[in-house]
């Protein structure tokens, strides 16, 4: 599929018939692409395929092989690179401003971006860990208000109260942005247009990204068609056959059928805790249980003297086979709240009790460092040898590197010549190999591709131990948790059934209820009004008014929870796709209009409660 001509209209930024070469090779050729007016364009495809270095050519940091770049004069471009180099010094406020012509600076635009991105203006850039630096090169690029923003992987290293703030500025935004990323919530939630690159051409779909999976997979399955009539093989497309595009979708709803069930058994095991109160005495199957937490509080004294609380009374149970998702902001506590629960610090009070026989592996922020110079096969198997012991199985090292995209030619290779992805993926496979009933993931999404964090998914939606992950991605979440462990910081530690999407559903609801609640709390405590003395007239008006919303309220409930019956039905995307989106949809629309429904409600019955009727 060619891309799109340019439009008539002069675009912002575009490239035309692109090429760049590395050593000798093309890394792509022919790119036509265009950066217009309020476009949303998602690009991607796989590590090494280009995408950054697209991203360099159309912000003028590299220069083209072959065909040519057009920048519609007086245009400020915005961009964030995937590794922004702040080694040389210098306050953050001024390393930010450089974006701003001199005559443009604004302390006050500057200092706005910086508190959402929580950054010090008067931090040396030197000093910046990896993730403040990245914060800080995102803040330079919007506060410029340019015409263009190209964003590398602008969520990496961000909270999600982060993430969901810069989603609404990049939503308002009025240039054009052209976007790197692996987060699929945030492309989803931002994309109009994607291009995809692969093995140097460029395809385009016109839509967001939510289409893209099944989008390409049409392609791939078009072209393996084509491939297979002319008895030619690609590398690439030999491996598409032989996973084949109908076996995976199978597998992906078989896991999707199994992560509802274990959703479900997850809600009845925390209502069970609820009522149980968590009684460490009870009786547990051997190796069934692997944590239980009871009553847990922690707290650190702040370099201000004032108290700072991870958590205060928070209860749990967790068993083998369960996948916990932990989410807060930075700096709420997640990290301290894993060590409590696997027993690498002890609460201030509360207990903690850890199952039989649990083995654990942990994979933290900062991953593990490789021999470069070692081969693929040498780092799986140090001793020697053809095969591994992976998750007690007898595996030989290809067929174990099969597992996790590589091919044969590659065991062979040296670390080095691994592309950055690739190297995530054999730190995932020496991870997995390891025993291991017990896995602990800190930000295993960071600087990971698409096809990485879809091979991570599957591994864990296959592996039968316990997980605890640290994540921001809300899309990996939703897809592998089957609770959430939301640590909201003040010691407030809750935990949600469900994937993120439910943790958000819930949340509202709690809300809504306590909403609902404190008027009636008020109008208690509220001394008594005399009708003359009142500041508002109640009429029969206003009470047919107060009436109808109760009526409309109690209406959209009831049909809030038949369309919730019917989406818990694991089988219904199977079954009829197209009615489970048509559900989804409706389902956000209902919803909505109860809380414009409800908060309707309030402002009659706060006009009711100081009329005095």
Do not use: C
């Not at 217009?36 to 003028?60: C, F």
Request: glycine letters at 8%.
């Amino acid at each position: 599929m060619p891309p799109a001509p340019l439009p008539n209209t002069p675009p912002w930024v575009a490239l035309r018939d692109a090429a760049i070469t590395f050593g000798g090779k093309p890394l792509f050729s022919g790119i036509t692409l265009s950066i217009g007016k309020g476009e949303r364009v998602a690009l991607v495809g796989a590590n090494g395929s280009g995408k950054s270095t697209i991203l360099k050519a159309l912000a003028g940091r590299i220069e083209l092989d072959a065909g040519t770049r057009f920048l519609q004069p007086g245009t400020r471009i915005g961009y964030l690179d995937q590794n922004p180099d702040l080694a040389r010094g210098g306050m953050v406020a001024d390393f930010v401003a450089a974006a701003l012509p001199g005559a443009e600076a604004d302390d006050y635009r500057i200092a706005r971006v910086l508190d959402h991105l929580d950054l010090d203006p008067g931090r040396d850039t030197a000093t910046l860990s990896g993730g403040e630096g990245r914060r800080a090169a995102m803040a330079r690029a919007l506060v410029a208000e340019p015409e263009v923003l190209l964003l590398d992987e602008p969520t990496n290293h961000l909270d999600l109260p982060t993430i969901e703030w810069l989603e609404q500025e990049l939503g308002a935004f009025p240039g054009g942005i052209l976007m790197i990323s692996h987060d699929r919530a945030f492309l989803n939630a931002l994309s109009r247009r994607v291009l995809w690159l692969d093995r140097g051409r460029l395809f385009e779909m016109d839509g967001g990204f939510a289409g893209f999976e099944e989008w390409s997979e049409t392609i791939m399955a078009q072209e393996a068609a084509e491939a297979r009539r002319l008895e030619k093989r690609i590398e690439q497309e030999e491996y598409w056959l032989a996973r084949g595009v109908t076996a995976r979708r199978s597998r992906n709803e078989g896991r999707r059928r199994g992560l509802m069930a274990l959703r479900k058994q997850r809600a009845e095991a925390l209502r069970a805790i609820g009522r149980a109160k968590l009684e460490l005495g009870d009786a547990v199957q051997g190796g069934q249980l692997v944590i239980e937490a009871e009553k847990l509080s922690k707290s650190f004294l702040a370099p201000d003297g004032s108290m700072r609380w991870i958590t205060r009374g928070f209860s749990t149970r967790i068993q083998r086979g369960d996948r916990i998702g932990i989410i807060g902001p930075n700096g709420a506590g997640k990290t301290t709240l894993i060590k409590m629960l696997t027993g690498d610090l002890a609460p201030d009070s509360g207990s903690i009790r850890l199952g039989t026989n649990v083995t654990r592996l942990y994979l933290d922020q900062r991953r593990e460092s490789f021999d470069l110079d070692q081969t693929l096969w040498q780092t799986l198997a140090p001793g020697g040898g053809d095969s591994i012991m992976a998750q007690g199985r007898q595996r030989h090292v290809v067929a174990y590197l099969r597992d996790f995209l590589f091919d044969e030619k590659q065991a062979t290779m040296p670390v080095r010549a691994l592309s950055g992805g690739e190297r995530a993926r054999l730190l995932l496979a020496k991870l997995f190999a390891q025993p291991a009933n017990l896995i602990i993931l800190d930000e295993p999404t960071n600087d990971l591709d698409m096809d990485t964090l879809d091979l991570l998914q599957e591994v864990l939606a296959d592996f039968d131990g316990t997980v605890l992950v640290v994540s921001h991605d809300r899309d990996f979440l939703d897809r592998l948790a089957t609770s959430i462990i939301a640590v909201e910081g003040d010691g407030v530690v809750e935990e949600y059934p469900g994937g993120y999407s439910d943790y958000l559903d819930q949340r509202k609801a709690a809300e809504r209820h306590a909403v609902k609640a404190r008027p009636a709390k008020a109008a208690e405590a509220r001394p008594a009004v005399k009708p003359a003395a009142a500041a508002l007239r109640w009429s029969s008006k206003d009470q047919r008014a107060l009436d109808q919303v109760a009526d409309r309220m109690t209406t959209l409930e009831a049909d809030i929870r038949t369309i919730e019956a019917a989406l818990a039905d694991p089988d219904l995307y199977a079954r009829d796709a197209a009615k489970f989106e048509k559900a989804s949809v409706l389902l956000a629309q209902k919803r909505s209009e109860l809380e414009s429904a409800e908060l309707r409600w309030l402002e009659l019955e706060e006009m009711r409660t100081q009329a005095g009727s």
